[in-house]
């Protein structure tokens, strides 16, 4: 067959000119093809909201949340409160988020896709923590069903309960992470933000779930054994009035329990939960050889997917601890370090 290139199609040659046959693709038939005129059958799927910042490395923050929504089959909308410059080693530098872009990035959610339930993570700075204290503050103190300026909020599956926290209110499950200190070391909350944080943000909480320093920064208190804990997760319910999930992964020298002990199990990851009528010791083997980045923040957005599917609040802290266990123990190397499996198979 003649060759022709672009110059020579121009070129008027002699006798009839003859194009060289267009490439033949075939398209693979569907299995399910003759399924697709049902698609106005499609099922609904329960919105989760993350208001975070941004981690460039993609272990922790709004990429961790996403990652942990669509593992557990809730569509994940982001609101990013704070841009970071961060690996799994270390945090080069943060730039904050205006308030006003902050507050219209939630708006624009709720306007047309209000969330079942909402998680924040890094906040960073007073401004942007008072911001989404007042949106929710509003938000709550809607009745239910109203739609007015797009601040309602869907019904909560029938069965489903936020434990016995005196927020039995309209509006959706608040999850807060106070994201204060990075494991690197780096300052992620500025100190005029925490009192912000206690004043405004907490009390609205349906549960904060801060980690060992996050939660002696909030009772004043040091931490040092599972009592302690314990301890801690009933202050501050009784000083915010919202239910704590106090993470001990930092904690020192937890001993396996008894039957793990004879099968040769090393330390423990304990947390405690606390809502003011159920308390939970959730522990789990540590896992070694694996430093973890981004472990908060998939439980904190764990535990709101959970929400947003119709669990309880202690139902979902429950299966949010098993994810992260697993995400955990399948952790892959990226580069020089390890990445949670945010894909890890969902408890049902």
């Known amino acids: 067959m003649r060759a022709w290139?672009?110059?020579?199609?121009?070129?008027?040659?002699?006798?009839?000119?003859?194009?060289?046959?267009?490439?033949?693709?075939?398209?693979?038939?569907?299995?399910?093809?003759g399924k697709l005129r049902h698609m106005s059958r499609i099922t609904?799927?329960?919105?989760?909201?993350?208001?975070?910042?941004?981690?460039?490395?993609?272990?922790a923050g709004?990429?961790?949340?996403l990652k942990t929504f669509a593992a557990l089959g809730v569509h994940g909308a982001s609101a990013i409160a704070c841009l970071t410059a961060q690996n799994a080693k270390r945090v080069l530098a943060v730039e904050t988020c205006s308030p006003g872009i902050l507050r219209q990035q939630i708006e624009?959610?709720?306007?047309?896709?209000?969330?079942?339930?909402?998680k924040t993570g890094m906040l960073f700075s007073a401004e942007n923590v008072l911001v989404v204290a007042e949106f929710f503050e509003r938000a709550f103190s809607v009745g239910r069903g109203s739609r007015r300026a797009g601040l309602g909020t869907p019904r909560q599956s029938e069965g489903s309960s936020r434990g016995?926290?005196?927020?039995?209110?309209?509006?959706?499950?608040?999850?807060?992470?106070?994201?204060?200190?990075?494991t690197s070391g780096a300052v992620l909350?500025?100190?005029?933000?925490?009192?912000?944080?206690?004043?405004?943000?907490?009390?609205?909480?349906?549960?904060?779930?801060?980690?060992?320093?996050?939660?002696?920064?909030?009772?004043?208190h040091k931490l040092a054994s599972v009592e302690d804990?314990?301890?801690?997760?009933?202050e501050i319910h009784?000083?915010?009035?919202?239910?704590?999930?106090?993470?001990?992964?930092?904690?020192?020298?937890?001993?396996?329990?008894?039957?793990?002990?004879?099968?040769?199990?090393?330390?423990?990851?304990?947390?405690?939960?606390?809502d003011g009528g159920t308390e939970l010791l959730l522990s789990a083997p540590f896992i070694k050889g694996v430093r973890t980045h981004g472990t908060g923040c998939t439980c904190s957005a764990a535990i709101a997917g959970y929400l947003a599917r119709g669990c309880n609040l202690p139902q979902a802290v429950k299966r949010a601890k098993e994810f992260v266990t697993q995400a955990i123990a399948q952790s892959r190397r990226v580069g020089k370090y390890f990445v949670l499996d945010n894909f890890t198979r969902a408890t049902a």
């Open 229 to 234: 804990l314990r301890a801690a997760a009933r």
């Open 5 to 33: 290139s672009a110059q020579s199609l121009f070129a008027q040659p002699p006798g009839p000119v003859v194009y060289p046959a267009a490439p033949r693709f075939s398209v693979p038939m569907l299995a399910n093809a």
């Open 238 to 274: 009784a000083r915010f009035g919202c239910a704590a999930l106090v993470k001990g992964g930092h904690l020192k020298n937890v001993p396996a329990a008894a039957k793990r002990r004879r099968q040769g199990g090393g330390r423990e990851a304990v947390d405690i939960f606390f």
């Open 164 to 182: 016995h926290s005196p927020h039995q209110r309209s509006g959706p499950a608040l999850v807060v992470d106070p994201v204060m200190v990075s």
């Open 108 to 118: 624009a959610v709720f306007e047309e896709m209000p969330p079942a339930a909402v």
């Open 189 to 220: 909350l500025k100190p005029a933000a925490i009192k912000i944080l206690k004043e405004k943000l907490l009390p609205l909480a349906t549960l904060a779930t801060p980690n060992l320093y996050e939660a002696e920064i909030l009772t004043g």
């Open 62 to 65: 709004i990429q961790a949340d």
């Open 44 to 59: 609904h799927c329960p919105v989760a909201l993350t208001i975070a910042g941004s981690d460039s490395g993609g272990g």
